[in-house]
């Protein structure tokens, strides 16, 4: 999924795939499937990485890269608020940023060094652990581990 007609749709069917009839607003799946709480907005992110990946193969320059994550972890972050955020995912439409910004900043490619593919080994990593924090939050809080005790003197 690298070329842009693919992004674009994908793009589409994430943020613009509905209209909500008599009105100019659209939602995509982003919308519908962060109504499975953490689950569904984890998902979605994960497929925004795909316009994340496609600017950094084509050698967007790294703080257009680390704005399309900013992007992401907002949606994210916003997504996790039970229904309020799922009626904000209507409106900050992460992927259609992101895939604006690609098409402005993607027009010399340039081949990609070893430091660029850490970079987004380094923004996988920290989508993930973004995703992750909240079901370690989880995890905790229904194992029964007490916790920890700090002692000032």
């Given at each position: 999924?690298?070329?842009?007609?693919?992004?674009?749709?994908l793009?589409?069917?994430l943020?613009?795939?509905?209209?909500?009839?008599?009105?100019?607003?659209?939602?995509?799946?982003?919308?519908l499937?962060?109504?499975?709480?953490?689950?569904?907005?984890?998902?979605?992110?994960?497929?925004?990485?795909?316009?994340l990946?496609?600017?950094?193969?084509?050698?967007?320059?790294g703080v257009?890269?680390?704005?399309?994550?900013?992007?992401l972890?907002?949606?994210?972050?916003?997504?996790?608020?039970?229904?309020?955020?799922?009626v904000?995912?209507?409106?900050?439409?992460?992927?259609?940023?992101?895939?604006?910004?690609?098409?402005?900043?993607?027009?010399?490619?340039?081949?990609?060094?070893?430091?660029?593919?850490?970079?987004?080994?380094?923004?996988?990593?920290?989508?993930?652990?973004?995703?992750?924090?909240p079901?370690?939050l989880?995890?905790?809080?229904?194992?029964?581990?007490?916790?920890?005790?700090?002692?000032?003197w």
């Amino acid at each position: 999924m690298g070329d842009l007609g693919s992004l674009r749709s994908l793009q589409r069917l994430l943020d613009e795939a509905f209209r909500v009839p008599g009105t100019r607003i659209r939602f995509g799946w982003d919308a519908l499937v962060g109504l499975v709480p953490w689950a569904g907005d984890v998902l979605t992110a994960l497929l925004g990485l795909a316009i994340l990946v496609a600017a950094h193969r084509r050698r967007v320059p790294g703080v257009v890269q680390v704005r399309m994550l900013l992007n992401l972890a907002i949606d994210l972050a916003i997504g996790l608020v039970p229904f309020a955020g799922d009626v904000a995912d209507v409106f900050w439409k992460a992927n259609t940023r992101n895939m604006t910004l690609l098409e402005r900043h993607a027009a010399s490619p340039m081949p990609a060094t070893a430091g660029d593919w850490w970079f987004v080994a380094g923004i996988t990593a920290f989508v993930f652990s973004m995703a992750a924090l909240p079901l370690l939050l989880l995890y905790w809080l229904l194992s029964g581990v007490p916790a920890p005790q700090f002692k000032l003197w």
